[in-house]
Each structure stands twice: as structure tokens, then as C-alpha cells.
């Protein structure tokens, strides 16, 4: 399965700080996804990324949240001030060239905001 | 909107025997995808088999199978031979397609236990 990985594994904060969680995907990806899972309930999505813009929000995705590609790379998801209901797994997801229906997560970031 | 709807919170099997776990999902498109995700302990969410809503043939992987009824909006997956590392979460999951990838909509889950 292609790998796509994500830093950090957990992060602890405050609520009110800020927060970037990383996602490197596979090489030569343009279709990149966050998504959420409060602890407890299903996998909900986020955003999704298309050729370095925005494709998709949902509802959860309000003026807290950004994401970009900053170097070409890395995707990063940033919540700029924490609340304790942002405590969940953060996936990011990328199908692979080629095989675009199909969609591979990375190993998910714990997120406790206290 | 899309929705997907798991009936079964839980279930759970004696290892070796085989089980059906359920996902009907309600869309108005004619063109998508269907996923069963696994998610064990760890949290991480792995692909177990993907289906596409134009093949009638439902798709296998080794022990792991669908039953794809497009008319009735069913995707259940079947477990043969169940193991004990198969404990996890299952996720069905949809996806509409327009040439292009698309996010995915996830059922709650069913919390899968095999039993030795």
C-alpha cells in the first residue's frame, strides 16, 4: 500500500494555541485530504486540496482552520486557536497517480487540546 | 448528500468462521466508488477492498469479499475465515466520481471481535 506519512504521531496543547499538523504524501499527488475523527464516531472530512487550492470544505472547516503546500511537499493542516472540541485524530489521504479513486491514509495525528 | 448507514455497532465471530458485516448508503449519482476501511486499535485507517458502482462482479481480496447490490444500494463485505488480527473497526465508505477523486462519506463503523 502507498505510504503517506504524518508528523506529529501526537501533539498535546492549550486551548487557544495554535497548531500545524504535517502530511507528507507520496510523490506526484494532486489530490490531498484532511479528515477527522473525534474519538468514538466516524471519519468525517474536512478539506480536500486540488493543485494547490482549496477543492472542498465542509462545515467543520470554519475560519480556524487553513491548509497549504508550503513547500511543495508537505501538506500542512493549521488550526490557529485550539478548543477542547478539536481533540481527535486528524487523518491526511491521497490517492496515488494513477489511481485516483482510491484513497490512502497516513497513520493519523492524536490531537488533545486542554 | 451522500449518507452511509451501518446497522451492526457490533458484531462478533468465532476465529476460522466467516461473517457479513452491512452497509446500505443512499446517492442519486450513477457513477462511484464503494470502500470497506479497517481501522484496528492503532487508529490507522487501512483500504480492505474498493468496488466499482459500474462493475457488476463483485471484487475480492484474498479472504475478504463484497456482495455489491447497486439496485438496492447494498455493499456488504464478508470475512472468510476470520482471524484474530481482523478485530477492528470497519468503515464503509462512498465516494461519487466525476473523472476526478472525490472526498469520502463514512457509515459510523462496526466494531468487529473474533473470537479464539
Known amino acids: 500500500e502507498p505510504e503517506v506519512t504524518q508528523t506529529p504521531s501526537h501533539q498535546v496543547t492549550q486551548m487557544g494555541q495554535e497548531v500545524i499538523l504535517r502530511c507528507v504524501p507520496i510523490?506526484?499527488?494532486?489530490?490531498f485530504y484532511w479528515y477527522r475523527q473525534i474519538l468514538g464516531q466516524k471519519v468525517e472530512f474536512l478539506v480536500s486540496?486540488?493543485?494547490?487550492?482549496?477543492?472542498?470544505k465542509s462545515e467543520i472547516f470554519d475560519d480556524q482552520f487553513s491548509v497549504e503546500r508550503p513547500d511543495g511537499s508537505n501538506f500542512t493542516l493549521k488550526i490557529r486557536s485550539t478548543k477542547l472540541e478539536d481533540s481527535a485524530m486528524y487523518f491526511c489521504a491521497s490517492p496515488p497517480g494513477g489511481q485516483v479513486e482510491t484513497q490512502y491514509f497516513g497513520p493519523g495525528t492524536r490531537l488533545l487540546v486542554l | 448528500a451522500q449518507t452511509v448507514t451501518q446497522s451492526q455497532p457490533e458484531m462478533s465471530v468465532q476465529e476460522a468462521e466467516t461473517v457479513t458485516l452491512s452497509c446500505t448508503y443512499d446517492?442519486?449519482?450513477?457513477?462511484?466508488?464503494l470502500f470497506w476501511y479497517k481501522q484496528p486499535p492503532s487508529r490507522q485507517m487501512i483500504l480492505v477492498i474498493r468496488q466499482e458502482a459500474y462493475k457488476q462482479q463483485n471484487a475480492t481480496e484474498n479472504r475478504f469479499s463484497v456482495n455489491f447490490q447497486k439496485a438496492a444500494k447494498s455493499f456488504s463485505l464478508k470475512i472468510s475465515d476470520s482471524q484474530l488480527g481482523d478485530t477492528a473497526m470497519y468503515f464503509c465508505?462512498?465516494?461519487?466520481?466525476?473523472?476526478?477523486?472525490?472526498?469520502?462519506?463514512f457509515g459510523k463503523g462496526t466494531k468487529l471481535t473474533v473470537n479464539p
Open positions: 465508505a462512498f465516494m461519487k466520481t466525476q473523472g476526478g477523486s472525490e472526498k469520502l462519506v
Open positions: 510523490s506526484n499527488h494532486l489530490y
Open positions: 486540496f486540488y493543485n494547490n487550492e482549496i477543492s472542498e
Open positions: 446517492t442519486s449519482e450513477s457513477n462511484y466508488y
